[in-house]
């Protein structure tokens, strides 16, 4: 590839974001490729001191729109700082998370305007969009039954993680060349990660 490709991996909790963007990096490399993996909120020092105001149960009085900024912010730093210098040196660029997980998560679970989302996404974001994005899909009582201690994210109410989860099903609708839904509650391990790889394979060639 004469330019990097961006992708990113998104899902409700428990759907095995992190398990499987872990995966197919070491795919990736292992068949040649030059790979880079960050998350969101993360993936630069600025990133990932946000990350541990954002996820801390201490702060269950933040506002939406204090939540809302705060995952701007950290995007707009892991974008400039990390993913835009590593596409434009022919890196492949996995992230954990990216703007439909906002729009997901602060736009149809926490109810802010979407219209605001997408407005202030854009200069977070620089305009970058991913190439391919893997939805991966869990039921959302047994997503959020996975997994050890939660955080301040995963501990919102059961009904804000069932608007998240059909937010991402909205978004998906939206964008079907870009989106792929994969569905992992019940799936083994190995049969997910070959459908993103398979998935993967045609954006990477």
Do not use: W
Not at 102 to 107: K, L, P, R, S
Not at 137 to 153: C, N, W, Y
């Amino acid at each position: 590839m004469s330019r990097g490709r961006f992708i990113t991996i998104e899902g409700p909790e428990g759907s095995g974001k992190s398990t499987h963007s872990r995966l197919l990096c070491e795919f990736l490399r292992g068949s040649g490729h030059k790979v880079l993996h960050t998350r969101e909120p993360g993936g630069t020092r600025l990133g990932e001191a946000i990350r541990q105001v954002l996820l801390d149960k201490k702060n269950k009085n933040m506002s939406d729109g204090c939540e809302l900024f705060l995952f701007l912010a950290a995007r707009a730093q892991v974008v400039s700082e990390v993913i835009m210098p590593a596409l434009k040196k022919g890196y492949i660029v996995v992230c954990d998370r990216f703007h439909d997980a906002t729009v997901a998560y602060q736009g149809y679970g926490a109810g802010l305007d979407l219209k605001l989302i997408d407005s202030a996404g854009k200069l977070a974001t620089g305009g970058l969009k991913p190439d391919l994005t893997i939805l991966l899909d869990v039921e959302t009582s047994a997503g959020l039954k996975r997994g050890g201690i939660k955080d301040r994210m995963e501990v919102k109410p059961v009904r804000f993680h069932k608007k998240v989860r059909d937010g991402y099903f909205k978004i998906a609708k939206k964008e079907p060349r870009r989106i792929k839904v994969i569905n992992t509650g019940g799936v083994p391990i190995a049969a997910v990660q070959d459908k993103i790889r398979r998935a993967v394979s045609h954006v990477v060639q």
